[in-house]
């Protein structure tokens, strides 16, 4: 009986302590007895200040820079992580620059045109008489060429024929532009004209053309 006392107290000590998870202590409780819960992780979706991210989004298309990066800053330091708002602030401060807002005042300046010089080209006495001068000598040509193929045995003949060859030239240039002619048209009939004679003079080497043959190439090709 005296030893009693003793083993109880070695049973009582030999018995295992509380677990480190038992002692922990334990998760935070409210007053209502519910656990509370981790805050919400921040989304673009749920992003508190989308109105003024639209609101400078419009101002950055209306040309309204400074306001546009107030805005958008703002954004930013709502919602960091929000996609859009750090580049867009990021364009509206290149704007703002001076080089930038020179760039642009320039290309929306109206562009005005100097007095007496207009977008469409008009009708050019000047072309008339080039167009007039090139077909002139063209008809000369053309009449030498075709009393050459016809066997003209008198000198008389070939001034003759030119003469009619160069005056049928000046008459049609004359009578065709009556109504007027720019000079990008008469450049476009003159060259024309020269790149054919050329073409029919290349034309007698390539072929192996001789006499007639290679006269009447001539002609056909200018």
Not at 88 to 113: I, K
Request: overall charge negative.
């Amino acid at each position: 009986m005296v030893l009693a006392p003793f083993f109880l107290a070695v049973l009582v000590a030999a018995q295992p302590g509380p677990s480190p998870r038992e002692g922990a202590a334990p998760p935070a409780v409210t007053s209502s007895g519910s656990v509370s819960a981790p805050p919400l992780v921040a989304s673009d979706e749920a992003c508190a200040a989308e109105s003024d991210y639209a609101a400078g989004f419009d101002a950055l298309v209306r040309g309204q820079e400074a306001q546009a990066l107030e805005l958008l800053e703002r954004v930013m330091q709502v919602c960091p992580g929000h996609p859009y708002a750090p580049e867009l602030a990021r364009l509206a401060r290149t704007r703002m620059e001076p080089g930038a807002r020179l760039a642009q005042d320039t290309l929306a300046r109206p562009v005005v045109a100097e007095p007496g010089v207009t977008s469409k080209e008009g009708p050019s006495q000047q072309a008339r008489a080039s167009l007039t001068v090139v077909q002139t000598l063209h008809g000369i040509t053309q009449g030498v060429m075709l009393c050459s193929i016809s066997n003209c045995q008198d000198g008389r003949a070939y001034v003759a024929v030119a003469l009619l060859g160069g005056g049928a030239g000046a008459a049609i240039s004359m009578l065709a532009t009556r109504s007027g002619l720019t000079r990008g048209q008469a450049a476009a009939i003159n060259s024309g004209t020269v790149w054919g004679f050329g073409y029919g003079l290349a034309s007698q080497s390539s072929f192996d053309l001789e006499g007639e043959s290679a006269t009447g190439a001539v002609m056909v090709g200018a």
